[in-house]
């Protein structure tokens, strides 16, 4: 299995545009997440997904925007890039059973907004 | 609301010796907790994790202890090697997601 892959691993957008962060697995997870990391900090959740067709807002959603079509693919737009969105974002996968919460983390995306 | 917390930023050890890594939490809810470890320009990795009805659990070379009592979770780490060298975090689960703290920069030197 591949586990949870990212693409691109890099980015420097300019202020205003748009992209996509890709992310998908292969482990047949039922749950994805994506997070975003600022230099020095933690982890902090932007959107969740516990199935297709499904998604929520984490503790800082605003300026992104998710879909879940699929089980494999949880894909994070950025629509208006602004500086504060530079970080390196992160996309994960669990199969939340049984109160099993463990998550496994994709390599990260540097997004760098000037 | 709720968060999970750390008592020190950044934890310099020696080769050689044991590491203690702490945490706390404000959930007295929370019956799952997880640690994570994340070397320089990669993601999380998880190390171990434990349920809120066990005190302790152990693995290769870590345990984590569990008091619920005072709402506080550690990491240990026996015999503390250079590729320890990382930032630590905890989590606590809480339903469909986890909560994370800000991490801990282990540094370990000869």
């Known amino acids: 299995n591949a586990g949870v892959t990212q693409t691109p691993k890099f980015r420097i957008l300019k202020i205003g545009q748009s992209m996509t962060l890709q992310c998908a697995q292969d482990?047949?997870?039922?749950?994805m997440y994506w997070y975003r990391q600022d230099p020095g900090m933690g982890l902090k959740l932007i959107y969740y997904s516990v199935g297709a067709g499904i998604t929520d807002k984490g503790e800082v959603p605003n300026g992104y925007n998710v879909s879940r079509s699929t089980t494999e693919d949880f894909p994070l737009r950025l629509e208006l890039a602004a500086p504060s969105q530079t970080s390196v974002y992160f996309c994960?996968?669990?199969?939340?059973?049984?109160?099993?919460?463990?998550?496994?983390f994709g390599p990260g995306t540097r997004l760098t907004v000037t | 609301g709720e968060s999970v917390g750390l008592h020190l930023p950044t934890l310099s050890v020696q080769e050689g010796d044991n590491s203690i890594i702490n945490c706390a939490y404000s959930n007295s809810a929370s019956d799952y907790f997880i640690w994570y470890k994340q070397e320089s320009g990669k993601g999380p990795q998880f190390i171990i994790d434990i349920r809120s009805n066990m005190d302790k659990r152990q693995g290769q070379r870590v345990t984590v202890l569990l008091n619920k009592t005072v709402k506080h979770l550690s990491l240990q780490i026996a015999a503390t090697q250079p590729g320890d060298s990382a930032v630590y975090f905890c989590a606590e689960g809480d339903t469909d997601k986890l909560i994370f703290g800000t991490g801990t920069r282990l540094q370990v030197f000869p």
């Open positions: 994960a996968s669990s199969y939340t059973s049984g109160g099993n919460y463990e998550q496994y």
């Open positions: 482990m047949n997870h039922n749950y």
